[in-house]
């Protein structure tokens, strides 16, 4: 290892050291970039396999360490040189943002180390065409919108000079169809308005999954992002499934929106929740002893939204009754979270999330195709309506426009043998059946 590489070591801090995992942080972006590129990633992974782990299997994380403390003398120094030059260069923060929406307080885990360490590294260096767009994606209430505002935040406290624009899907289709409203004007006239949209430095739209089919919108908004994209500035998208799974989207804006860096987030840990936990506990002077943080932890598993709803739930039923808080009071507080109105698991539900997961098209899960992928998803539809219903193996077969039970019956028991076998895509089948117990509420027939 040469000698500048001595150095890299020496900015890096252990902040974990457990049976599976070692976490190694840095202050700064570019030391991990170094890391990364240099290769030295793979000297740190061997000499802990080799001195601590005996040769086995461990996972080496490296992130950039939170600045909170740095940020703050920062922004503090910054106050007291104030001069009239940079207040003339002060963008206004977008309004929209919420200020707990911070990188300081998003809580990194395995799940969402990678979408986080992507969006830190678009906030330090907004506009490189490598990261343009940015797409985070995943499930409901996992952090997609925190990590908008985020990279919101933090590329205002860099450059405060920059135009920044957060905006959700919904609302800027909204603008666009205003624009259009009146009748008698040119339509590029009218639109001229709803175009200054291309003047910003940094555009941030959530949930962009709702463009999709909005033909006119999406031809609109692919000419947005190539006008952006050709100046350098920045795009981040969120939506809760990947550009290829949005259907009804246009080829080109998929293959832009998968052309940057793009990013999956997961429903955190438990240990990720505890910390999650933890963090609300300080933030709000809650109290709550570690079995009692392990126990809400592990009942609230659907997503963090919830999980904070289950901890306001906790507290305000503590501040009510007066009591501490223990294993029977989270338990009554959490009565009202478990009958949550979550959608029913219909065969319909099961069919749309087998599509999904396996990227198939929903007409070709329910043809006839012998195409292995297709018939494979298929049979762990059937497989899963089978398990999470309390449909007939004759009703199954008729929801998947099969002509009679035994396609079912062979579907049914061939993947059960994979599972027990413990075959190799078992793990997906087993993923997708937690995912739909999760966030549907089964026993429907
Ligand atoms: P999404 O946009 O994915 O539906 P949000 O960003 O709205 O989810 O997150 C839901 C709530 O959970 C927010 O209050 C957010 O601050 C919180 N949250 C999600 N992930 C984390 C995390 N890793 N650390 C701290 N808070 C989180
Ligand atoms: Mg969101």
């Not at 900015?11 to 290769?39: F, M, P, Q, Y």
Request: net charge negative; charged share 30%.
């Amino acid at each position: 290892m040469a000698a500048k590489d001595v150095l890299i070591l020496q900015a890096l801090d252990i902040v974990e050291l457990s049976e599976h995992r070692v976490c190694i942080s840095a202050s700064d972006s570019s030391v991990i970039d170094t890391v990364n590129l240099k290769g030295i990633d793979v000297h740190i992974q061997k000499f802990f396999s080799n001195e601590l782990f005996n040769g086995n299997n461990f996972k080496l994380e490296l992130y950039v360490k939170e600045e909170e403390d740095e940020a703050d003398q920062i922004e503090d120094k910054s106050l007291t040189n104030i001069n009239i030059e940079s207040v003339k260069s002060v963008t206004p923060k977008p309004a929209n943002l919420k200020p707990d929406f911070t990188f300081s307080n998003f809580v990194k885990g395995n799940s969402n180390t990678y979408a986080f360490t992507a969006a830190y590294q678009v906030a330090k260096q907004p506009g490189i065409s490598l990261n343009n767009p940015l797409f985070i994606y995943g499930e409901v209430g996992l952090g997609k919108t925190h990590l908008l505002h985020a990279v919101a935040h933090e590329i205002h406290r860099l450059y405060p000079d920059k135009v920044i624009r957060y905006v959700s899907c919904e609302t800027l289709l909204n603008e666009y169809l205003e624009a259009l409203r009146n009748p008698n004007r040119d339509p590029q006239k009218q639109l001229s308005n709803f175009r200054l949209v291309r003047q910003v430095d940094v555009l941030l739209v959530d949930d962009i999954q709702f463009i999709a089919n909005k033909e006119a919108f999406q031809e609109e908004f692919y000419n947005t992002y190539n006008s952006l994209n050709d100046s350098q500035k920045q795009i981040v998208l969120a939506a809760d499934r990947t550009p290829q799974q949005i259907k009804g989207l246009q080829d080109r804006l998929t293959s832009r929106f998968k052309g940057g860096l793009l990013a999956d987030m997961h429903l955190p840990d438990l240990e990720t929740r505890m910390v999650i936990i933890e963090n609300l506990c300080r933030r709000h002077g809650v109290e709550m002893g570690r079995d009692c943080i392990e126990f809400l932890a592990s009942s609230v598993s659907r997503n963090v939204r919830e999980l904070q709803g289950a901890f306001t739930s906790v507290m305000t039923k503590s501040s009510i009754q007066n009591r501490l808080i223990d294993r029977y009071l989270i338990e009554d507080a959490l009565v009202d979270f478990t009958e949550l109105d979550r959608p029913a698991l219909t065969v319909d539900v099961i069919q749309e999330e087998v599509s999904r997961y396996y990227d198939i098209d929903l007409d070709d899960l329910l043809s006839d195709s012998r195409r292995s992928p297709i018939s494979h998803a298929r049979q762990v539809g059937m497989y899963l309506v089978r398990e999470l219903t309390n449909k007939t193996l004759k009703e199954i077969a008729e929801s998947f426009k099969r002509k009679d039970h035994v396609t079912a019956s062979h579907a049914c028991r061939k993947v059960d043998e994979m599972v027990k076998n413990k075959d190799t895509k078992s793990q997906y089948i087993l993923d997708l059946k937690r995912h739909l117990q999760r966030n549907f509420e089964s026993g429907s027939r």
